[in-house]
């Protein structure tokens, strides 16, 4: 007797805003023969979360949403973990289903222009036809070739509590990128001191640095230091403070920006310090699903900046300063096995 091998089922993500739009989508595709829905999402950032959790092997997506719109959802997922996007837009200019294409969408199948429910009829096979041929798509790995990348945010207290924690990272092929509180020319000085003395390169950021591994970045006091993603990577984006910028550099800026460049992917560290600045940045990554640790206020020298982290309730761990690194090595373990896994 001769058996056949069957291929598993594609298993397949849905994210659509509309409730109505996401039942329909399900028995559509759960009705298909090899197709699987593993989940469905209502918005941006919850599919965002549930992609890098699940890993499918299709995801079908609405453009407009709340929280974090398509386009946005599509840079983050490209940079973290590229799969096959099947876009479904009411949009009715062609420009914004280009749009999602240069993003990395796989392709998409338009929903009827009349604003009514999704007719399955009238995009059912055509959907499913799409969903079946992202099978053989060859997804690129820009995941593997990203580099971890760690923030740290600091102010009072913040240099020897910077470097300690910097010496616990030995032996790490990671990127650190710093912004400490400090006024021009001093943050020079301070890379220049921890080149000397740490295994990493350690230089102030300049705009147009691609971020390189081992290597910690410095922000250059009176300026805000933000992470780009270009067509030849991350790279730093430097820009000098504005009259109404109450930090330079700014922990918010830097954090925020490494949300929307690389997402779950970031690991972050609020250290000593004195107000709030950080807090902002901490929920912008909390909401892409990023592990953010908070020093604990045994050790801190002004728990300020810790104590508004912890409080946004995105802090996954307020650890003791001499806690922070072995942590974080651990972290950083973790990360570069499920790479090799996936």
Known sequence: MTTHRTERPLRVLVIDDSAAN????TQLLDSAEGIEVIDRAADGEEGLKKAIALRPDVITLDLEMPKL????FLRLL?????????????????????????????????????????SLESVGAELIEKVRSARFVRRETSIERAPTVIAIGASTGGPPAV??????????????LVAQHMPPRFTEAFAQRLDGTLPFRVTEARSGDGLEVPHVYIARGGTQLEVVRTSSGLTCHVTT????????????????????????????????GMGHDGAKGVKALGRVGAEVWAEAEGSAVIFGMPQAAIATGCVTHALPLGQLGPSLVKAVA?????????
């Open 22 to 25: 996401r039942k329909s989508i």
């Open 69 to 72: 719109d398509g386009y946005s």
């Open 78 to 118: 490209m940079a973290q973990a590229p799969t096959a996007v099947i876009v479904l837009s009411s949009y009715k200019h062609s420009s914004d289903v280009f749009k999602a294409l240069q993003l990395g969408a796989f392709d998409f199948v338009p929903k009827p222009d009349s604003g009514e429910q999704l």
């Open 163 to 176: 470097q300690r924690l910097l010496e616990s990272l030995q032996g790490l092929s990671v990127c650190v």
């Open 241 to 272: 403070a504005g009259p109404k910028d109450l930090h330079a550099p700014s922990v918010d800026r830097l954090f925020a920006s490494l949300a929307k460049s690389v997402g779950a992917a970031t690991k972050a560290v609020v250290l000593t």
């Open 334 to 342: 973790r990360a570069e096995k499920t790479r090799r896994r996936s």
